[in-house]
């Protein structure tokens, strides 16, 4: 199983980037995604989920109203939509694969079976 995460780089604070993440190997319809981040010296910590119809999301609180998470099943692609970022959303972005059949809250609680291999965001002051 392979996840490749496209879409990150340098943007200035108040601007906009959308990642997205290609899920190959595996079928992807039948269970939750997300994304998590990892910055300088900080663990890994959780940013979005989405279930398998889309219908249950779930965003941290620092990006709650400014990050939007998508799927499109078709495409075996989740997509991460990030506004009015911050200097302090900088960090590696990685996309997750639930277990078969995973919830989102599964994705939250970092039960992920297969990690993407991460995408640098950088948010310039």
């Known amino acids: 199983v392979q996840l490749q995460a496209f879409g990150g780089g340098l943007v200035q604070a108040g601007g906009s980037v959308r990642l997205s993440c290609a899920a190959s190997g595996r079928t992807f319809t039948n269970t939750a995604v997300g994304w998590f981040r990892q910055a300088p010296g900080k663990e890994r910590e959780f940013v979005t989920s989405?279930?398998?119809?889309?219908?249950?999301?779930r965003y941290a609180d620092s990006v709650e109203g400014r990050f939007t998470i998508s799927r499109d099943n078709a495409k075996n692609t989740v997509y991460l939509q990030m506004n009015s970022l911050k200097p302090e959303d900088t960090a590696v972005y990685y996309c997750?694969?639930?277990?078969?059949?995973?919830?989102?809250?599964?994705?939250?609680?970092?039960?992920?079976?297969?990690w993407g291999q991460g995408t640098q965001v950088t948010v310039s002051s």
């Open positions: 997750a694969l639930g277990y078969t059949a995973a919830q989102s809250i599964y994705i939250m609680q970092g039960r992920i079976e297969y």
């Open positions: 989405i279930s398998r119809s889309g219908g249950t999301i």
